[in-house]
């Protein structure tokens, strides 16, 4: 393997990452927000409520859009281990 291969791999694992995690903050951050002005709006500030949207929201995405994030991360992980044989030759 010599670096442009390294490199490319390396390119490769970030956007991966940046894809797969992208959608789980930025439900995040929507629900964050949103809960945020409810609570201003109310006066009512309680973090475990905050908390509770958010985590209902990731995981509601993550049940959305899991297999198709985890077939991504499956197709990365194929192509990593397919480069081993370049490492070992």
Known sequence: M???QALSLMSSFLRT???VTTPLLCVSLIAGVVVGIIQTA???NEASISFLVKVAAVVGTGIV???HLAAYTIDYAR???GAVAGVVH
């Open 2 to 4: 010599n670096t442009d």
């Open 17 to 19: 990452v940046l894809y």
């Open 42 to 44: 109310t006066q009512i």
């Open 65 to 67: 859009l899991g297999a």
């Open 79 to 81: 192509t990593c281990l």
